[in-house]
């Protein structure tokens, strides 16, 4: 994904797992094979084992990147075998537009992080579960979201 910060083209890095959940998210100014091998060894040290299928764009930065760091691991560029990832920016872009654009590459970086990992905490799929079982998950979500933010109801 592109963004513009300043005028200037960065790249946003996202590794997304099987369910659609973000697990890493990097900004950088290329999108060549050493920023892809970066990414896929900040990916490895935070997951701690590799993943079981990895599945990209046709960008041959990847399969270059791929073959020196996760050789072992099964690769996939078929057309429409990223389509979670894809559907995965929407939320980032509309907050983008909310924001009024990024203003630095270390502030996209600091915020897309903890951005990501939020949405998954709160971006459930309403339309695979029962609405008992969504509004719990909803609730557990909200009370995660006050102990981590020490947040404190007002009565």
């Known amino acids: ?14 590794a997304v797992d099987q369910d ?6 990097l900004v950088q100014k290329r999108r060549n094979k050493a920023a892809a091998k970066r990414f896929f060894r900040k990916l490895l040290k935070s997951q701690q084992q590799p993943p079981w299928q990895m599945i990209t764009d046709r960008l041959k930065s990847y399969s270059a990147a791929q073959r020196e760091v996760l050789p072992s691991v099964p690769y996939s560029t ?6 979670r990832a894809e559907v995965s920016h929407e939320p980032t872009r509309q907050r983008e537009r909310q924001m009024r654009r990024l203003k630095s590459a270390g502030q996209a970086q600091r915020f897309l992080a ?21 509004r719990e998950f909803r609730s557990r979500a909200f009370c995660e979201w006050r102990v981590v933010t020490c947040a404190q109801i007002m009565a």
């Not at 659609?20 to 998210?25: A, L, V």
Request: proline content about 0%; cysteine-free; hydrophobic content about 40%.
């Open 114 to 134: 903890v951005y990501g990992v939020v949405g998954n905490l709160f971006r459930l799929g309403q339309h695979l579960t029962r609405a008992i079982h969504y």
């Open 1 to 14: 994904m592109f963004i513009k910060i300043r005028g200037e083209l960065h790249y946003l890095w996202r």
């Open 78 to 83: 078929e057309q429409y075998d990223n389509n």
């Open 20 to 25: 659609g959940d973000t697990i890493d998210i």
